[in-house]
């Protein structure tokens, strides 16, 4: 079974109902979070043990994610 590695853009109050249950699938990998706002960002990172950016754009640079989660808001 394929392995999928997942970025998500938006670690606000959305980040918890798409990142744990992500994390509960077993050929699920959360490989990096991205936020503007630094103390979430952190949180983020440090709860997934992932790399975190601050620009949406950087994570979209990776070779290495095959999903993106976008929670930003509307």
Request: proline share 5%; aromatic share 8%.
């Amino acid at each position: 079974m394929k392995n999928f590695r997942v970025g998500i853009i938006g670690c606000g109050n959305i980040f918890g109902v798409h990142a744990f249950p992500l994390h509960t699938i077993p050929n699920v990998e959360v490989k990096a979070v991205c936020d503007i706002k630094p103390q979430a960002l952190q949180s983020a990172s440090q709860l997934f043990h992932c790399d975190g950016y601050s620009d949406y754009r950087e994570l979209l640079k990776r070779d290495d994610i095959d999903v993106v989660h976008i929670l930003t808001p509307h």
